[in-house]
């Protein structure tokens, strides 16, 4: 039991590790506020998430400790990771940070353009 006990540990830890290293990689690599962002809310919300459910089962399974507060983390952080991204790459774009260069499409121009129309309307 000690031995898949420590396997698992051990894996979802690694595997935490090798999101938060793409997360890095991504930050300095990729090219404008809007690719990092997902990078950001993305991998690093999962990678953390899997170093938390690593804690979770070394403390379960090898300290024979069941601790909920380590669950409620992992929730609250999967709630509010990619939530908050959003918010703050959506305000971004509404006070006028451009895509990069390369964007292929964006989707959110028109839509803004609408709820603008909308708010002058109803004034």
Known sequence: MTILANSLVIFFITVG??????????LIRLPDLYTRAHAASKSATLGVMCVLIGVFFHFWLIEDHFNPRILLGILFLFITGPVGGHIMTRSSYIAGVKPWKGTVRDELGPEIDRMKKEQNVKK
Do not use: D, H, P, S
Not at 17 to 26: C, P, Q, R, S, Y
């Open 17 to 26: 590790a090798l999101f938060i290293v793409v997360t890095a990689i991504g």
